[in-house]
């Protein structure tokens, strides 16, 4: 990809404070593993595959990048000035380095853009991003000279007791002079507070002018280091999510109520009501009503569906499709243009075809359901035998009556019937009626004959 600005981004960190298993870069945002936003917003500003410096042996990072990005090992967590020193000399280059820490998922590409345009508009060592946080605990401090110019950054447990403390914050987000940079690295020291290398201490060692760039928005600064700053970040993607589908067209009841990931598309003249959940590859057409009170994950829809408050996972539903009020649709479904679900009813890894009516109380699992069908309400394909799954199957036009009971593997061909109430057991040819119960019987006068209760 591209020859533009190197870049690294530093991804290394034990993240203790997270008190997690996972890999701090790792923990989800927005739908994603956030250092995946880090990665993007690089990628968007400077055009190559970044270097990122992962922990030695852990896999997941890596894989999870794949070709997006260089990885190289840290040998130990000694500090961001240490993972720096862990990128090799052969990608060491002596122009321009963005270099970026990986738990910053806010960051705008767009930022990171004219944070390299100010690098660029004269000679300097290093130009880099500070902000002014609503919440600045446990960032470093940017200590300027009378003009301005970066004199250097003091890390908050190193502050000098008694002195007044700087108020603007270190983003972690620096483009340096390679040829300046990459031999300063070898100067740092670890006599301080954490007795780490410090990549801010790179800054007072380096030779020419060191300059900062404010950011507007506050939010971009915002580093993950423990899941009080992950809730926040997750407040703030999901905002900015919301807002940017209203902005293209979409309706949100209650946006506050309502959640969202970065990746859900959603058409022109979509309602969604409040307290609903689209999650992961979620995309909705245009024209569409959901909710409230609706969780739906990695659903495709065409245009003009409406579903209530019903969970939906895995499926695709087409243009048209009605899913009514706690429904559950289950993955491998798909639902053609037209199809209803009554309230309560649910669909598993089943094919149903256009027109259908699927009515409430019903259980369609493992079925594949022909066009203009009709299943009557309490209906239940018995897929499972103790043993394994089987498939139902049912032609086009066919008329299932109520509470009928359908033991798979059976077939119902093109246009049959089946009676209310009916156990089916047996394939029913098309055109057919098939009725699977008992015959009623009326017992005259037996209530007066009714033995008496004590
Ligand atoms: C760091 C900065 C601080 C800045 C803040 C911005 C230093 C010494 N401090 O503090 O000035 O205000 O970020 O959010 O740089 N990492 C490695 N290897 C390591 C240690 C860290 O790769 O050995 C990575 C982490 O994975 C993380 C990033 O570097 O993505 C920053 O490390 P972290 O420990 O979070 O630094 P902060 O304490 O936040
Ligand atoms: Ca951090």
Same mark, same amino acid.
């Given at each position: 990809m591209g020859d533009g600005p190197h870049a690294v981004i530093l991804a290394? /960190?034990?993240?203790?404070?997270?008190?997690?298993?996972?890999?701090? =870069?790792l923990h989800p945002l927005g739908g994603r593993p956030l250092i995946l936003y880090v990665v993007d917003a690089v990628r968007a500003a400077t055009g190559t595959a970044p270097v990122v410096v992962t922990a030695r042996g852990e896999a997941a990072v890596p894989s999870l990048l794949s070709d997006a990005a260089v990885c190289v090992e840290q040998? *130990?967590?000694? /500090?961001t000035g240490d993972a720096l020193r862990s990128v090799p000399h052969a990608l060491r280059d002596p122009g321009p380095v963005l270099v970026v820490h990986g738990?910053?998922?806010?960051?705008r590409p767009e930022t990171l853009g004219r944070l390299l345009a100010a690098h660029a508009s004269s000679p300097r060592a290093c130009t880099l991003l500070v902000g002014l946080p609503a919440d600045p605990s446990g960032m470093g401090r940017v200590v300027r000279d009378a003009d301005g110019h970066v004199l250097r950054i003091v890390e908050e447990a190193d502050l000098p007791a008694g002195e007044p403390v700087p108020m603007e914050c270190n983003a972690g987000v620096y483009v340096f002079t390679g040829a300046q940079l990459w031999p300063a690295? #070898?100067?740092? /020291?670890?006599?301080n507070a954490q007795s780490e290398y410090y990549l801010t201490d790179v800054v007072a060692l380096l030779t020419g002018p060191v300059e900062a760039v404010v950011v507007a #928005?506050? #939010?971009?600064v915002l580093g993950i280091n423990d899941r009080r700053q992950l809730a926040t970040a997750e407040a703030v993607l999901r905002r900015r999510t919301i807002e940017a589908l209203m902005l293209a067209g979409v309706t949100f009841e209650d946006p506050a109520s309502t959640y969202v990931d970065t990746q859900v598309v959603i058409g022109r003249d979509s309602v969604v009501h409040a307290m609903s959940t689209l999650r992961g590859a979620t995309t909705l057409g245009t024209g569409c009503e959901i909710g409230p009170m609706a969780v739906l994950t990695d659903v495709r829809a065409g245009d003009g569906v409406v579903v209530g408050p019903a969970h939906l996972e895995e499926c695709e539903l087409g243009d048209g499709v009605r899913v009514g009020p706690y429904c559950r649709v289950r993955p491998n479904t798909v639902l053609a243009s037209g199809v209803e679900l009554g309230t309560h009813a649910e669909v598993k890894n089943s094919t149903v075809g256009a027109g259908t009516r699927i009515s409430h109380f019903s259980c369609v699992l493992d079925s594949d359901v022909g066009e203009g069908v009709n299943i009557g309400a *309490?209906? =239940?394909?018995?897929?499972? #035998? *103790?043993?394994a799954k089987h498939r139902t199957t049912i032609g086009d036009r066919v008329f299932v009556g109520t509470n009928t009971t359908l033991v798979a593997p059976v077939r119902l061909g093109d246009g049959s019937y089946v009676g209310a109430g009916s156990f089916v057991d047996h394939d029913v040819p098309a055109g057919a009626l098939a009725v699977g119960r008992s015959r009623q019987r009326n017992i005259e006068g037996w209530a007066a004959r009714r033995p008496m209760q004590s």
């Open positions: 290394a /960190g034990q993240g203790k404070r997270m008190r997690s298993a996972l890999p701090k =870069v040998e *130990g967590a000694l /500090g738990d910053a998922p806010l960051l690295l #070898d100067h740092l /020291g670890t006599a #928005d506050p #939010d971009e *309490g209906t =239940v394909t018995c897929n499972y #035998d *103790g043993e």
